[in-house]
């Protein structure tokens, strides 16, 4: 099953609705262009790959469902709806890429707006395809990476449901554990939206793989204790320095990961890569609904598989190293700590 | 209005039941040192100062409800409570240490069992005011470090509702506040039982202190970016050489700070220091339910006070010198990214 899938006859999009999962898999049909935008917006749709060949299948409604007969008025107002469509979310480099590929496409000369038409819904077709097929070939490449026996800790949700089918960071887990390699993965609950412990949980339910989700703040405990050997996530727009930009999180999982002399792997496709950006800092930061950070009542269904397990420890250590001063009521203890904390205590 | 208040007349323990907050302010009554232990295992009592004091009243009530009369029993069935109180939460040094400092009171000769407990109120209620002192003055050699125009990432609970009243690292910042410095604070959420959210949020309210939610993985945005000058948070408990132990996420959080050329500040009583214990990776970290991650539907109620503000940073960025490999379609592209990547892109 894809994540998203074109009805040619009935000339809609149909999307597996992710902010209903774990508790329910419901499917919504996009009739139109703005039904599009709408649902990479409200994250309907989700993961970087995904939201690409949405806007593709968006700009394919946008040129269906117009009235223009005139082939120019049809190809501005395709232009239109193609703006729009970007605009829905900054970060990821993934939309503009698919909107200006399927753009190449809708600004060639036609004669029948039937024949501009079929050639959006073939090219929005192929970049699906080749989405699955991409994600295969990076699993081949990634897989390799994990050995036996791993404990690997993954954020947000990268697997099937973040592209058409397969996913990328997840998908090189999968294929890993296809190979027979004995795995566990550490799932970052991925706050504030949960991807990870509503939809890579999921995932890892379906896929048989072991897995136990945490805190996101608790993964430099698993790092730190040697209880993770390996870190994966995905990528929304990696800049031509190698900086990337990914899901709110995944800079401090890994410097807590690269602290511990632990690997830390990006996965994505190339459409992901955006050279001209030289650096991370120039890439644009998209800041949401505060609501979805302060309303917890809005998750009105489990925010994990039924049966899921988690790992909760409730502490961690912060090495004296990364401690400016201790305040206490005998004065401000600076370092070096060691000499300075006795002769504070026993004065 | 304290934390927790001794009833000499009823002969019971009342505390702000946190769990309750922000959405109601309700006081439960502790009538046995077994109703004590349990206050501060189900966190309806938390924060390491608080749960030291609770746990002195907790001997108390063990003295005042036994049914004993001969001293040696007494004592003897006082020394079992002490016991079970103080394996009610393993991580906070503030308890063994307050139960120990009771304890030496128990210990002594008595003749009458009226005294013994009178005693021990005595001595139980000079720690409660004693750690309102404490507060003040670790506040007064702490307030300097805030400069006017500060904005300050906090983690967890360390306000008056983690103490007797006053607080330790919250406690800074008030008087800061009071000062007539100008802050801000930028209030991680503390995932998993939301002590940021709703108990900090809470307090900086009454304080009239500016602050803002965010989830405990978008420090790093606003460490990197610059929009946060200072962290501050607590202690559970320090090893002699000044690795903190504290609520889970101050590690990543410092990790953060550190990274970005920003100043730590941990802030606690010395009776938070375990000079016992060399570092930090000796002390023992406490697990707790599972359920507290994975059942969101158990917070019925807001995490946050009506009206809170948040920010939410969907997106971060790992910058290129944290990250092993990029695993694309094309390969596993290793350091350096600047010249690999674009090799691989354009092959």
Chains 1, 2 share one sequence.
């Not at 149909?14 to 994250?43: F, G």
């Not at 190339?270 to 998209?286: A, K, M």
């Not at 039924?306 to 401690?323: E, H, S, V």
Request: with cysteine.
């Amino acid at each position: 099953m894809r994540t998203l899938t074109w009805d040619q006859e009935k000339q809609e999009l149909r999307m597996i609705d992710q902010r209903q999962l774990p508790a329910r898999l419901e499917i919504i049909s996009c009739r139109s262009y703005q039904d599009v935008a709408e649902a990479i917006q409200n994250m309907t749709i989700r993961g970087a790959p995904a939201i690409g060949v949405a806007a593709a299948f968006g700009v394919v409604l946008a040129a269906c469902k117009s009235k223009k007969t005139n082939l120019q008025d049809l190809q501005e107002e395709i232009q239109q709806a193609a703006t729009i469509i970007i605009s829905s979310r900054p970060t990821a480099v993934n939309l503009s890429w698919a909107v200006q590929r399927i753009m190449k496409i809708a600004r060639q000369p036609f004669v029948m707006k039937q024949d501009l038409i079929n050639s959006l819904v073939t090219e929005a077709q192929k970049m699906a395809n080749e989405d699955i097929d991409t994600n295969k070939r990076i699993a081949e490449h990634g897989a390799g990476l994990i050995q036996d026996g791993d404990t690997i800790i993954h954020h947000c949700n990268t697997g099937a449901l973040a592209t058409v089918d397969w996913g990328t960071a997840l998908g090189v887990i999968r294929l890993a554990h296809l190979q027979g390699k004995h795995l566990h993965v550490l799932v970052d609950e991925t706050r504030p939206r949960f991807q990870g412990s509503r939809l890579t949980a999921w995932e890892l339910e379906q896929y048989g793989i072991s897995y136990e989700i945490i805190c996101d703040n608790a993964a430099g405990y698993f790092l730190h204790t040697r209880q993770a050997q390996k870190v994966f996530f995905g990528a929304d727009r990696v800049a031509a320095n190698g900086d990337v930009a990914n899901k709110v999180g995944s800079y401090m999982l890994a410097l807590a990961a690269h602290a511990n002399n632990i690997p830390v792997y990006s996965v994505f496709p190339t459409s992901t890569v955006d050279l001209n950006l030289e650096n991370g800092d120039l890439i644009p930061i998209e800041e949401r609904d505060s609501n979805e950070v302060l309303d917890i009542k809005a998750h009105d269904q489990p925010v994990a598989p039924i049966g899921a397990k988690a790992r909760n420890p409730a502490f961690d250590i912060t090495p004296n190293y990364l401690i400016t001063g201790l305040v206490t009521e005998k004065g401000l203890v600076s370092p070096p700590f060691q000499q300075n904390l006795s002769r504070v205590i026993h004065e």
